[in-house]
C-alpha cells in the first residue's frame, strides 16, 4: 500500500509539489500572518487605566492618538527620515566597494574581500553598538582621541550617531546585492562605453546603474526594513532620541493596543515600500 501511495506521489509532480509547500504554507499562515491579524486586532482595543486590564472593544482611540499628538508624528518622521538616510549612505558607500570588489580586483583577493564584508556579521549586535559608544562618547571617545587634534570631533550621542551605527550595520546588506550586480555586469558594456567616448560619470548614470538597479532595491529592501524596526541602537546611542522601536517597547507592557497601534506604522511603511518597488518591476530583474 505504501509503495502504491509512493508510485502515485511520483507520477503527479503537481501534487508532490503541493505536499512539499504544506508546511511552509502553514508556518507563514499560522506564525507569522496570524501574529499580524492579532496584532491589527489588538491595535482597536483600549487599556482600562486603573486595572490595566485590556478591553476588547472595538474604537479608533489609539489611531487619533498617533495621529493627533506632534510627539508621535515627529517619531514617525524621524524614524522614516533615519531609515532613508541610513539607505542612502550605504548606497554611496557600497557602490566604489563593490566595483572594486567585482571589477578590479583579483579572483583571490575578491574571496578574501567577501569574507572580509561577512565578518562583521558574525559579531554580536550589542559588541558592535557598544563599540560605536565608546568611539561617540562626547571629549572622551576614540574619535575625539584621535582625531580631535587635527579639529574633527564626535557627533556624540543623537540623530548623526544613530545614523552612523545603523549605517555600519547594515552596509554588509547592500554590497552584497550590488556585488552580485556587478558581477554580472559585462565588462565589455563598460569597455563599449569608453570607446564610444563616454565619461564614467555618464557611463556611471547610463550603463551601470540602469543594471544595478535591481541590486540596489534589493539591498535597499534590507536597510530601510531594519533601520525602520530597530530601537537597540537609539537606546545605546540616540541619547534622548526616540525611534518608532523605543516607542512600542516602552508600552508593550504599559499599553499593550498602544504599542499595537505603533506597530502597525512600520508595517504600513513596508507595505507601501514593497508596492512602490513591485511598481518599478526591479523585482521582476534579481
Avoid at 508556518?27 to 485590556?54: D, H, K, M, P
Avoid at 514617525?76 to 570588489?101: D, E, K, N, Q
Avoid at 563599449?192 to 529592501?221: E, Q
Wanted: charged share 10%.
Amino acid at each position: 500500500m505504501l509503495k502504491s501511495i509512493s508510485t502515485w506521489f511520483h507520477n503527479r509532480p503537481r501534487v508532490r509539489l503541493a505536499a512539499l509547500l504544506v508546511a511552509p504554507l502553514f508556518w507563514l499562515v499560522v506564525a507569522y500572518l496570524g501574529a499580524l491579524a492579532s496584532l491589527l486586532v489588538t491595535a482597536f482595543y483600549t487599556i482600562n487605566t486603573f486595572t490595566g486590564n485590556v478591553i476588547r472593544t472595538f474604537n479608533l482611540g489609539n489611531f487619533q492618538e498617533l495621529f493627533t499628538n506632534p510627539s508621535y508624528r515627529n517619531v514617525v518622521v524621524r524614524t522614516l527620515g533615519i531609515a532613508l538616510s541610513v539607505t542612502i549612505i550605504c548606497t554611496l558607500l557600497a557602490l566604489p566597494m563593490a566595483f572594486f570588489m567585482a571589477k578590479i580586483a583579483k579572483p583571490r583577493t575578491q574571496k578574501v574581500l567577501v569574507a572580509l564584508v561577512l565578518t562583521p556579521l558574525w559579531a554580536s549586535y550589542l559588541v558592535k553598538i557598544y563599540a560605536w559608544r565608546t568611539m561617540l562618547e562626547p571629549n572622551s571617545g576614540v574619535i575625539d582621541w584621535l582625531l580631535g587634534p587635527i579639529g574633527i570631533h564626535s557627533p556624540g550621542f543623537g540623530f548623526a550617531g544613530i545614523i552612523i551605527g545603523l549605517s555600519y550595520l547594515w552596509l554588509p546588506y547592500m554590497i552584497l546585492p550590488i556585488y552580485a550586480g556587478f558581477e554580472r555586469l559585462p565588462n565589455s558594456l563598460l569597455d563599449a562605453s569608453g570607446d564610444l567616448g563616454a565619461k564614467n560619470l555618464y557611463t556611471l548614470r547610463r550603463v551601470v546603474l540602469p543594471i544595478l538597479f535591481p541590486s540596489i532595491v534589493a539591498g535597499s529592501m534590507f536597510t530601510f526594513s531594519l533601520s525602520l524596526g530597530d530601537y537597540i541602537t537609539a537606546t545605546i546611542i540616540g541619547g534622548k532620541l526616540q525611534m518608532l522601536g523605543n516607542v512600542v517597547y516602552q508600552n508593550y507592557s504599559l499599553n499593550l493596543p498602544f504599542a499595537a497601534t505603533m506597530s502597525m506604522v512600520p508595517i504600513a511603511i513596508m507595505g507601501i515600500y514593497l508596492w512602490a518597488v513591485r511598481r518599478t518591476g526591479a523585482l521582476t530583474s534579481l
